[in-house]
Nanobody, 124 residues
Framework: QVQLVESGGGLVQAGGSLRLSCAAS????????MGWFRQAPGKEREFVAGVSWGGGTTNYADSVKGRFTVSRDSAKSTVLLQMNSLKPDDTAVYYC?????????????????WGQGTQVTVSS
């Protein structure tokens, strides 16, 4: 049974930082590209950041470039999202997802497995 479990969400003031973690189990982690998505109330789920299965390639949404950093530790089957300079517009539920692909993809339909999400709230 595949499980993706996110942690690290919470409430932070604008300008602050959070680090999200996603622990994967039940799948050959090193063969999956990993992504982070978010969904704010009343909005569609959107791509935030992704990393290739080897970790050598990353991709970011324009709205988070220069502020967020995605990385993976294949030995621990974990993917991280370091979020700095947070803004109120970053408030959303953040989801970790796994795509059976070597390359990074921003298309949510390419992702086969999803976590349950973790809430991030940024106050002004």
């Amino acid at each position: 049974q595949v499980q993706l479990v996110e942690s690290g969400g919470g409430l932070v003031q604008a300008g602050g930082s959070l680090r999200l973690s996603c622990a994967a189990s039940g799948l050959p982690f090193k063969w999956y590209a990993m992504g982070w998505f978010r969904q704010a109330p009343g909005k569609e789920r959107e791509f935030v950041a992704g990393v290739s299965w080897g970790g050598g390639t990353t991709n970011y949404a324009d709205s988070v470039k220069g502020r967020f950093t995605v990385s993976r530790d294949s030995a621990k089957s974990t993917v991280l999202l370091q979020m700095n300079s947070l803004k109120p517009d970053d408030t959303a539920v953040y989801y970790c997802a796994a795509a059976q692909s070597s390359a990074v993809t921003s298309n949510l339909y390419d992702y086969r497995y999803w976590g349950q999400g973790t809430q991030v709230t940024v106050s002004s």
